[in-house]
């Protein structure tokens, strides 16, 4: 069995800084992408930044410049370190990884973490 735990969030004032983490333990054989979605009240979830097993990384236009997503093979773990946060930045972040939990699996799966709530307030 797949978990994915996020840690990190919490409520910073704008301007501030905040760092996400996300460990994925259980029956990995391997990870493919991971990646951090968000999902603000009243709007679908979308993604903010993802990377490859190979360090290629993607972000949303929001958040270029300002976030920068890593990530750890070795330790199956991926990072989110948040700069300069804007109120607009306030949701529920979540870890996402598209990964084999087995051999004999064909392709990646995509598994998910609880999330973890982030608020930009003064």
């Known amino acids: 069995q797949v978990q994915l735990v996020e840690s990190g969030g919490g409520l910073v004032q704008p301007g501030g800084s905040l760092r996400l983490s996300c460990a994925a333990s259980?029956?990995?054989?391997?990870?493919?992408?991971m990646g951090w979605y968000r999902q603000a009240p009243g709007k679908q979830r979308e993604l903010v930044a993802d990377?490859?097993?190979?360090?290629?990384?993607n972000y949303a236009a929001s958040v270029k410049g300002r976030f920068t997503i890593s990530r750890d093979n070795a330790e199956n773990t991926v990072y989110l370190q948040m700069n300069s946060l804007k109120p607009e930045d306030t949701a529920v972040y979540y870890c996402?990884?598209?990964?084999?939990?087995?051999?004999?699996?064909?392709?990646?799966?995509?598994?998910w973490g609880r999330g973890t709530q982030v608020t930009v307030s003064s």
């Open positions: 996402n990884a598209a990964l084999r939990p087995g051999p004999l699996w064909a392709r990646d799966h995509a598994y």
């Open positions: 990377i490859t097993s190979g360090g290629s990384t």
């Open positions: 259980g029956s990995i054989f391997s990870i493919n992408a």
